[in-house]
């Protein structure tokens, strides 16, 4: 889906997604997410392999007489960073609950996406321990060229992406993540 956001390697990421409860809609379509990445990325300076699971559910349903789609989603992610010189792994675990509140036509073949997230996110060190807690929520506000077909999300191009701070509680907070990364892994 192109109006998805993803930020990963243990940063505070939301895909832009949403549902509500329409007045008028279709069955929602229920899509299963079982996806694994794995790669070698510069985390913080320092040559990491990344191996990325992500599952969960993709919830679409149609709204109102144009069809307009709206998009929830409930993921699980992990991310398993590995210092590809020590071998040594630092474990990220997310629950995320992206959704869009409001989607609106602005009539100039544009739509904008008003969202919410919640986050569930623990950091592990290499020993197993719990290194940072963070729960929370964002909001933002994403406007997307529609591509002439209101109704089908394949088509639209993100133009601009708004976000909101993390309402709730940063676990990192105050922690370079580079400086404690490179200090368990190194």
Request: with cysteine; glycine share 10%; hydrophobic share 30%.
């Amino acid at each position: 889906m192109n109006r998805h956001t993803l930020a990963a390697l243990g940063a505070v990421p939301f895909l832009v997604l949403g549902l509500t409860t329409p007045a008028r809609s279709t069955p929602p379509e229920r899509i299963p997410i079982d996806e694994v990445a794995e790669f070698d990325f510069p985390l913080c300076g320092i040559d990491t392999h990344v191996r990325l699971t992500e599952q969960g559910t993709l919830t679409v349903r149609s709204r109102g007489e144009d069809g307009i789609a709206y998009f929830a989603e409930r993921l699980e992610r992990d991310a398993y960073n590995t210092n590809l010189e020590t071998g040594l792994t630092v474990h990220v675990s997310q629950r995320i609950r992206p959704r869009d509140q409001r989607v609106v036509d602005n009539g100039d073949g544009t739509l904008t996406i008003h969202w919410q997230a919640t986050l569930t996110q623990t950091d592990y060190a290499p020993d197993g321990s719990v290194a940072f807690r963070t729960a929370g929520r964002q909001t933002g506000i994403i406007v997307v060229e529609d591509g002439g077909t209101p109704s089908d999300p394949d088509d639209d191009e993100v133009i601009s992406e708004e976000y909101s701070d993390l309402y709730g509680h940063d676990g990192r907070e105050g922690t370079d993540f580079c400086e404690w990364y490179a200090a368990v892994t190194g």
